[in-house]
């Protein structure tokens, strides 16, 4: 016979037991509810792509990261890297879509980082976008439903940074940073802001962007522009007058749905990435902010085109959904939860095992999770199962119980219980639950 | 500049646009609250193994439909083929884990089998299973879940057909077929009943199986007997006794649960898998058999101790997740849909744009989904827009309106229109929704 195999999982890659997985996808469905409350609707693509579709678009980086192989007709494929890439595929195969196209889609991608804490091999990404519109109501949208999800998930205390490349753009040429690499290499110092400090950013300005004390001066004053003073200060400057006015819209439309106080300008948001045309945010939890963003997007308006010919707008907002499952965690607005059930319905014995049945499915039908006990084990061994389980209430009924057309309905948590009729309990069990 | 990437997608692979994808999601949503209402928890895979662990477990054929490859590790790695051998693998790695444990889990698998039509190399599994209990209630409540599976998405007329394998080996042992694989020869013969009829497959069995005369006579006269005339048929093999007694323990359990007119007993339900050990079971819509088993699973005693040295009792059911959106879809009980939006609220003008999100925004606390308009164009553009999303409702509201504290409320569908105050219109809304 041969030995038994030792049972593991890749490095990078991770198991969710119940206990996480039910309240992370909890999480999930209550995100999704939201994008579909603001008409974004799911799309499904394959893990599978064709290697040279996603290859070069994510630098050679990227490159060296994606899980590429020969499958057994020796096609060159490989997982996918992120959702926008298979999302500019799907624009470019189905020039039918009416625009703008609203989708979402919350699945695993895969990278073949160097695991370390925090980052994994396999993750969820969870991004919406809006194909197809360049008007700032949708860049305005896109940082509602951030909001939204975010008071949906119970988070109060937030803020959504926001800023516009056109901008940056504007200050890297004014200052006289050549396009491209070094400009991008500034703007990833910048990003650092909030983590590290104006200290040392301006150390990094000068060491590692080769900038002198004047132009770090210009990029401080710049930052500390209000909104108003923007388009003066891009006067003359087409580029950063358009980011300007971008800015001033997607600010004022949001005053218009009430989220203006949700809301700040932060010209150091650069974002490190250079697909990014126009609008930029990050959003912060003000009780957590060491945790870092927890959703981020913006405008990107020449990536979708890239398998169609011709340039197509586009924004979007992903969230960082292990992040911001750990900050939910934190602060204590989800918990370990190692089952759904919320009422353990025992055995008495065989003989009323159909009262169980009855019990469990008509607490089913008004909407509470129950479950009936497997067996005709002593009562102290199933209650220790719906302890193992956390589960919260246990239904007893005996012959003396039956007989009254009640049962014994124990509150474990608190070691009561008391006496219930059989037709008041589902809506004891709805009152405990909602108070 | 580089020729533009013809985007394309692997064949035997697809994307699932909203208009599909929205109702499929709409029906995986409400199985997972079905599996949760019966205290099944959600567990979360790794999408890539170690080939090791999943080499073998498949048979020589399923070797071969593996996507596997070596990783920039040089780790010998596989793509999931199941759900069932990485449970067995979080079951070897954690033994702490309270048993019974039920479990479920919605997640893409990967065979690269040759495409045909409805066949796929990538697909969704749905199982539900219950680890570590071989009491028949277990067998019973999978059962269960998947009557309640098909109730909740509006199947009315359904049946589960049962069986138990311990009376199949006691069939095969009295006939003298031999261990092994001409036994399940036979029983893949015999799963062929409800397709291809008697005729048919006596005629295989004559053929492909060589049984004679008398051993098919034989086989008929089993498939015939009642569920009450089990034990007399089997009395003196202790193995057919026993799953004359489980078989009989599974229907009483249905039974207590309301459940015995859903269910019936079908001594050919054979379920070709070498690992099944006892209850095994199909369910067939009764407006549409000829699509063949929506659901099936059973009770597999032996599969779950792989990877943990001991043997690990486990019962589960199995949707066939593509098959029973196409039957939905085929009995209209789903249908096409690009949108989730139900409400679209348009834009007049800059100016009248707060209204339009406060709108929408009262409609979305109703729990109704809305959208607004992105833009300031022609109503008439803004109405083709509702009409390529197949959006039922759509709000206009103008100077006049507003005035009035009113919108113009309008059914695209029937052409009409009307005029409804700003208060009321959540409640219209639910109303037309529900009604």
Known sequence: MPAKLEPRVLKGFRDYLPAVMLPKQGMLDRVAEVFQSFGFAPLQTPALEYSDL?????????NKLLYRFHDNGDRDVALRYDLTVPLARVIGMNKGLALPFKRYQIAPVWRAENPARGRFREFVQCDIDIVGSNNPMADAECMAVGAAVLEALGVERFVLRVNNRKLLTALMNRLQISDGEPQLAVLRTLDKLPKIGKDAVTKLLHTENSLNDEQCDAIFAFLALKPEELEAWCAGDPVGELGARELNQVLSLLEAQGLRGKVELDLSIARGLDYYTGTIYETFLLDL?????????????????????????????????????????????????????????????????????????????????????????????????????????????????CEAGEVTFKVLAKGEQSRISVEGLAVHVSNLIKG
């Open 54 to 62: 996603l290859l070069g678009k994510y630098g050679d980086e990227g």
């Open 289 to 401: 902010e060491s945790i870092g963003s927890v959703m981020s997007g913006g405008r990107y308006d020449t990536l979708i085109g890239m398998f169609g010919g011709e340039g197509i707008p586009a924004v979007g907002i992903s969230l960082g959904v292990d992040r911001l499952f750990s900050a939910l965690t934190e602060l204590g607005l989800v918990r370990e939860q190692p089952s759904p059930t919320q009422v353990l319905v025992t055995v008495f014995d065989a003989e009323h095992i159909s009262q169980s049945y009855a019990i469990a499915n008509g607490l089913r039908k008004a909407g509470i999770k129950a479950e009936v006990y497997l067996g005709e084990d002593k009562l102290k061994k199933q209650l220790k199962y719906a302890d193992r389980y956390s589960i919260p209430y246990v239904v007893v009924q005996g012959p003396d119980e």
